[in-house]
């Protein structure tokens, strides 16, 4: 099964690459590797704003993780034009704007995690980490950058 008949069984369609926020590029390519920018969390279009801990759940968080994760496919997408190149989801860095006494950052991330591996099976188990952050662009309430390799 094709990552997109996967992609389209969790009725996800890929978005566009959104333009930078800054002075950045949305990706860049060396060799075999693909390093994302970080890309916050988005709902209705806008940055889903929201500190863990304060006023968001860790169910909310994971939830906002896993559209990131659709994001960064869209992004991953366009820089190497069919998601079946990808040969490994190698690392995941996941920013989470959280209170100084929550601590569930990694469950949060979780969000993205899962869907990489529904998506590239073996190859979407990554490397990964997860920080809790005071805060992130336009109050996001969470980011995430990711590397792949590619074939």
Known sequence: MSVYDKL???GITLPPVAMPAAAYVPFV????????SGHIAKKD?????GQLGRNMSTDEGKHAARAIAVDL???LH???GDLNKVKRIVKVMSLVNS???YTEQHLVTNGASELFSIVFGESGQHARSAFGVA???MGACVEIELIAEVA
Do not use: E, H, S, Y
């Open 8 to 10: 389209q069984d969790q």
């Open 45 to 49: 279009g806008k940055a889903w704003v």
């Open 135 to 137: 805060q992130l662009p």
């Open 78 to 80: 366009a820089a190497v």
């Open 73 to 75: 496919l869209g992004t």
């Open 99 to 101: 209170t100084p006494d």
């Open 29 to 36: 390519r060396t060799g075999n590797l693909v390093f994302l």
